[in-house]
T-cell receptor
């Protein structure tokens, strides 16, 4: 079955370390997104990519970086410059040119905790 | 910029109807969605409505759109304990732009 996979499910990071969250999809979707979820804050857009080798900053891109070398993969790096990285991170994808009724397909999320 | 507002909590008894409300500011919003999130999981698309529609019904779910007031609601009939989750309203202006989400409404269903 096609889907979108995020790994790991739980991740612990020490202060000052960079960590990379994986997001892989086999849906042949063109667009991929990273959101951050904090309690009571809803989902806030970090970065998105509509095509391979291109990506755009979202509302809260500072302290994060991404790459899109392959259509299937959109990894997110949380750098040491991100002051408050503890959160639940969600990756999503969408087939450009697809029906808007399809909405986004979401991964199951990665919970990052700074220790 | 665009903004989507939702009330944060709703508590109902099993068997009652639940109504979750959402307001948005972008008058050019064309596509509006409702997502459900269970604890520790990603988001699942429940239903959607296009801005040229007033109502959409899908089994126990009814979506009402008042475009003049920029108000969207999700009604869940015969609410069950399995409906307990966070419900997100989201809007998008046009295809290709990112979804803008509300902060989510936590629905608690008691038996």
């Amino acid at each position: 079955d096609g889907g979108i996979t995020q790994s790991p499910k739980y991740l612990f990071r020490k202060e000052g370390q960079n960590v990379t969250l994986s997001c892989e999809q086999n849906l042949n979707h063109d667009a991929m997104y990273w959101y951050r979820q904090d309690p009571g804050q809803g989902l806030r857009l970090i970065y998105y990519s509509q095509i391979v080798n291109d990506f755009q900053k979202g509302d809260i891109a500072e302290g994060y970086s991404v790459s899109r070398e392959k259509k299937e993969s959109f990894p997110l790096t949380v750098t040491s410059a991100q002051k408050n990285p503890t959160a639940f991170y969600l990756c999503a994808s969408f087939r450009s040119g697809g029906r808007n009724s399809d909405g986004y397909t979401f991964g199951s999320g990665t919970r990052l905790t700074v220790v | 910029g665009e903004d989507v507002e939702q009330s944060l909590f709703l508590s109902v008894r099993e068997g009652d109807s639940s109504v979750i409300n959402c307001t948005y500011t972008d008058s050019s919003s064309t596509y509006l969605y409702w997502y459900k999130q269970e604890p520790g999981a990603g988001l699942q698309l429940l239903t959607y409505i296009f801005s040229n529609m007033d109502m959409k019904q899908d089994q126990r779910l009814t979506v009402l759109l008042n475009k003049k007031d920029k108000h969207l609601s999700l009604r869940i009939a015969d609410t069950q304990t399995g409906d307990s989750a966070i419900y997100f309203c989201a809007e998008r202006e046009q295809a290709g732009t990112a979804l803008i989400f509300g902060k989510g409404t936590t629905l608690s269903v008691s038996s």
